[in-house]
């Protein structure tokens, strides 16, 4: 089985920065596309970043310019570096990721870890 294990949430003040840390395990033969959501209080889940085994990334525009995504692949690990941080930033973060387990790419998702920004 393959697990995603997030790290790096808190509470920080508005225009600090965080790091969120998103670690995959398990039977992985290759990774695909890794990247963030986010699930603001009472509101959809929506995309945040997303970034390609070659390193092409794609942000929202809410985030363009704060936010980074980055990966480590051979750590099988995927990064949000956060900055200029804002209240409306607020929500549950979720990393994912699409892995090949034996010969099917599926898409597998983080727990989720809390980032409240306060003003």
């Known amino acids: 089985q393959v697990q995603l294990v997030e790290s790096g949430g808190g509470l920080v003040q508005a225009g600090g920065s965080l790091r969120l840390s998103c670690a995959a395990s398990g039977s992985i033969v290759t990774i695909g596309t890794m990247g963030w959501h986010r699930q603001l209080p009472g509101k959809q889940r929506e995309l945040v970043a997303t970034?390609?085994?070659?390193?092409?990334?794609n942000y929202a525009d809410t985030v363009t310019g704060r936010f980074t995504v980055s990966r480590d692949n051979a750590k099988n690990t995927v990064y949000l570096q956060m900055t200029s941080l804002k209240p409306e930033d607020t929500a549950v973060y979720y990393c994912y990721a699409n892995i090949l387990v034996r010969t099917s790419y599926s898409s597998y998702w983080g727990q989720g870890t809390q980032v409240t920004v306060s003003s």
């Open positions: 970034i390609r085994p070659g390193g092409n990334t």
